[in-house]
T-cell receptor
Framework: NAGVTQTPKFQVLKTGQSMTLQCAQDMNHNSMYWYRQDPGMGLRLIYYSASEGTTDKGEVPNGYNVSRLNKREFSLRLESAAPSQTSVYFC????????????FGDGTRLSIL | GDSVTQMEGPVTLSEEAFLTINCTYTATGYPSLFWYVQYPGEGLQLLLKATKADDKGSNKGFEATYRKETTSFHLEKGSVQVSDSAVYFCALSDDNTDKLIFGTGTRLQVFP
């Protein structure tokens, strides 16, 4: 059971470079999410997609773009990376419905120099 | 809006001690409630959930009861192990927006 797969696991970028974080789920889930996790700040929602073809801003969307490529895949793009975007990024997915939990990937650890 | 409040950490315990991590919530509707665990270097894993008032979720010796009257969902374990050292997140579902609302997490450190 692969669940939620994120690539890459680690990445180092220079300020101003661009990069796309990939996420794929094989559980036929409708909803997908991108979070960032910083020390002492818990999880903060960047963007989410309630279904294929729709995306919505979360709590901290500035500096990011997303694409819901199909039902399985939800990518996060940094167009011009900044040191403030150094973080651990998590993708999650879930079936729609209030009693459904989110399932998380193992994260991408991103450092921007 | 909906919110989740967790006790500040770290919580430091000796092996076999009793654990309680407090979680309270604010919600306008009838949310489902979740506890997640994050081990070092890993993503969040669902630990347990409860979907309505008075439900008790349980898994791996951990328990939490959905208390509507006190708007709480405290996590308990009777005897912790060193391997339970992790960060624990309380969360609630927000049906209106298809999102989960997370607490800030509580770090548990268990020493032999």
């Amino acid at each position: 059971n692969a669940g939620v797969t994120q690539t890459p696991k680690f990445q180092v970028l220079k300020t101003g470079q661009s990069m796309t974080l990939q996420c794929a789920q094989d559980m036929n889930h409708n909803s997908m999410y991108w979070y960032r996790q910083d020390p002492g700040m818990g999880l903060r929602l960047i963007y989410y997609s309630a279904s294929e073809g729709t995306t919505d801003k979360g709590e901290v969307p500035n500096g990011y773009n997303v694409s819901r490529l199909n039902k399985r895949e939800f990518s996060l793009r940094l167009e011009s990376a900044a040191p403030s975007q150094t973080s651990v990024y998590f993708c999650a997915s879930r079936l729609q419905g209030g009693n459904q939990p989110q399932h998380f990937g193992d994260g991408t650890r991103l450092s921007i120099l | 809006g909906d919110s989740v409040t967790q006790m500040e950490g770290p919580v430091t315990l000796s092996e076999e001690a009793f654990l309680t991590i407090n979680c309270t919530y604010t919600a306008t509707g009838y949310p489902s409630l979740f506890w997640y665990v994050q081990y070092p270097g890993e993503g969040l894993q669902l630990l347990l959930k409860a979907t309505k008032a008075d439900d008790k979720g349980s898994n791996k010796g951990f328990e939490a009861t959905y208390r509507k009257e006190t708007t709480s969902f405290h996590l308990e374990k009777g005897s912790v192990q060193v391997s339970d050292s992790a960060v624990y997140f309380c969360a609630l579902s927000d049906d209106n927006t298809d999102k989960l609302i997370f607490g800030t997490g509580t770090r548990l450190q268990v020493f032999p």
